[in-house]
């Protein structure tokens, strides 16, 4: 796999969560590359139990872990069973999301619940859940998942980037709490990123025409544009950067 070498990511323990396709399938394969030792959490078993043996048959360190994120209990079991495993965290890459279009005037209040809980609520505990391993350990990096959506004024889906646009608050309040103990926390905001799943669900013949209107950059993104991004802000060659969003979109916004 070509790209940037980071030397002090080798033998780093990383979280991610959402790790077992997408954006964060490829995260974790640009760590595992590094030589870190990288624990993800996914709700897919049979794609992530797949990634995990692929990735272990290479001779990397990887350990998956079953968990609905929106269940804080399971959440902090699957992080403690991954400690466990790797040992103490150093970086956490906090990208699980679900972006559901969902009509105003629809939207009860259990989903709305249900919508913050997949979209925000797991980021806070994950972080609240590796904090202390960073602070005894001198550092550490967290990486929080935004999204342009909302910058872009993208209609049909309220909850969602209601949730998206309040990772730039948790971004900062983690970032001025925890900055003494030389943890860093910035968000990534990602345009829209090619995945499967957009391919499936999303991507018209007029979506294509508004994207390649809208970049700067005339080509599709693809989950490894995030990926490569995700390892500098993890890395110490970003070890001044903190309490920051950074955009990856192409140009869009």
Not at 224 to 252: K, M, P
Request: net charge neutral.
């Amino acid at each position: 796999m070509r790209g940037a070498i980071y030397p002090d990511l080798k033998g780093k323990v990383v979280l991610v969560t959402g790790g077992g396709s997408g954006i964060g399938e490829a995260i974790v394969r640009r760590f595992t590359a590094q030589g870190s030792r990288v624990g993800f959490i996914d709700l897919k078993e049979s794609e992530s139990r797949a990634l995990a043996a692929a990735l272990q048959a290479e001779g990397a360190t990887v350990h998956y872990e079953r968990a609905d994120l929106t269940d804080i209990a399971a959440l902090r079991s699957a992080i403690g069973n991954i400690r466990a495993a790797l040992g103490p965290v150093g970086v956490l890459i906090n990208n699980a999301a679900h972006d559901e279009r969902h009509a105003t005037l629809d939207v009860t209040p259990e989903y709305w619940d249900e919508r913050i809980a997949v979209n925000l609520k797991h980021k806070f505990f994950a972080a609240q859940a590796v904090l202390p391993d960073m602070m005894a350990g001198g550092g550490g990096s967290i990486i929080n998942f935004g999204s342009t959506s909302w910058m872009i004024g993208q209609g049909g889906m309220a909850a969602y980037t209601a949730a998206k646009s309040a990772i730039l608050g948790l971004t900062r309040s983690l970032a001025r709490d925890f900055g003494q103990y030389n943890i860093r926390v910035n968000a990534i905001a990602p345009g829209w990123i090619m995945t499967q799943r957009q391919k499936d669900l999303w991507l018209t013949p007029d979506g294509e025409a508004e994207l390649m209107r809208r970049q700067c950059l005339k080509r599709h993104l693809v989950p490894d544009d995030i990926a490569r991004a995700t390892l500098f802000f993890a890395s110490d060659e970003s070890g001044a950067c903190t309490n920051q969003q950074y955009v990856v979109d192409g140009g869009w916004v």
